[in-house]
């Protein structure tokens, strides 16, 4: 059964940044295209940024040159580093394995249970 437990998220200035982590169990980490999504207050869920098991990336222009998406797979963890936070980045963050950019915002593919980040201005 795949397991991903989210951490790292919590209350920034604007311009701040967060480092979000994602531990995952109960599979092959390699197997899945692995990434990150989000859902602010009252808005539909918005894909952010992939990983595959070749180490290419995809972004969402929304967080293209700011979020960094990377993998430590000595310890089967996913990461995502944010910078130059913008108060419209606050939403629940949650990590994601088996979804493209585009489906993981439909809710496909395996999910943790979200982090808070918010962003003061």
């Known amino acids: 059964q795949v397991q991903l437990v989210e951490s790292g998220g919590g209350s920034v200035q604007a311009g701040g940044s967060l480092r979000l982590s994602c531990a995952a169990s109960g599979y092959t980490f390699t197997n899945y295209l692995m990434g990150w999504f989000r859902q602010a207050p009252g808005k539909g869920r918005e894909g952010l940024a992939t990983?595959?098991?070749?180490?290419?990336?995809t972004y969402a222009d929304s967080v293209k040159g700011r979020f960094t998406i990377s993998r430590d797979y000595a310890k089967n963890t996913l990461h995502l580093q944010m910078n130059s936070l913008k108060p419209e980045d606050t939403a629940v963050y949650y990590c994601?394995?088996?979804?493209?950019?585009?489906?993981?915002?439909?809710?496909?593919?395996?999910r943790g249970q979200g982090t808070q980040v918010t962003v003061a201005s």
């Open positions: 994601s394995a088996g979804a493209s950019l585009e489906t993981m915002g439909a809710g496909f593919g395996f």
């Open positions: 990983l595959d098991s070749y180490g290419r990336t």
